[in-house]
């Protein structure tokens, strides 16, 4: 793993390469945040940059869908016309990736295979991540699967209500929770072999958007993967 002034870098499992983009790549949003005019611009410049044909994203809604890319649609990187919560791909320069601000961006790769997925509280509690290392065990030659998480809400800053502590059985009413750590174990749990972490809490950490910290002002970081 490396790092960066605008991204954090990693490789996985069966040669897929990830990055996570920091506040200096700017904000990678179409919709969201501050300066969305060049948010199209920015996508297209990155996929130029990583050498990919297509960079495949959508819109999210905090589900479980996971989108697998099977011939990708036209050339370039605007957004797929569809809701997911992650994509999935064994084709070889075409990139997949979720934008976030405070959500879990997390990699899942096997040999052959890559998937990118936005695991917000309640994308996570319902299954998200379960079901991209589903996709990518499909998709993917026998072998083990990795996955890496990239910056994101931290255990330091991120306060949470009776909801989300409800949603993972946690019997207190109100506290700081750990959605990393929570990652780790529901990725093992679901045939993931190895689980790495490129740390960073997106709230405190002001290299990166963050809307816990900003508000509609925050723009998005992305999470990218690809088979090269």
Same mark, same amino acid.
């Given at each position: ?74 050339? %370039?990187? %605007?957004?797929?016309? @569809? ?48 079901? %991209? ?43 700081? @929770? ?51």
């Amino acid at each position: 793993m490396s790092g960066g002034g605008s991204a954090l870098a990693a490789e996985l499992t069966g040669g897929a390469h990830v990055i996570f983009t920091l506040r200096g790549a700017g904000n990678l949003s179409t919709a969201a945040g501050d300066d969305i005019a060049r948010g199209a611009e920015r996508r297209e410049a990155l996929a130029s940059e990583l050498g990919v044909r297509r960079l495949c994203a959508s819109r999210q809604v905090h589900g479980t869908h996971i989108n697998v890319v099977c011939e990708p649609v036209g050339q %370039g990187a %605007g957004a797929l016309p @569809i809701d997911a919560d992650g994509h999935a791909t064994a084709l070889s320069g075409v990139a997949v990736a979720v934008l976030t601000a405070d959500c879990l961006p997390v990699a899942i790769g096997g040999r052959g295979a890559v998937a990118m997925v936005h695991a917000g509280w309640r994308g996570l509690a319902g299954g998200v991540l379960e079901q %991209g290392a589903a996709a990518v065990s499909r998709l993917a030659d026998d072998g083990p699967l990795q996955a890496v998480i990239g910056p994101c809400a931290g255990a330091c800053c991120y306060e949470v209500g009776p909801e989300v502590m409800s949603a993972f059985g946690l019997p207190a009413e109100r506290g700081l @929770i750990d959605l990393r750590a929570i990652a780790r174990r529901r990725l093992l749990a679901a045939g993931v072999d190895s689980v790495a972490d490129m740390g960073g809490c997106t709230i405190c950490n002001e290299s990166n958007f963050s809307f816990r910290r900003e508000g509609a002002a925050a723009g998005r970081q992305a999470g990218v993967a690809w088979l090269s």
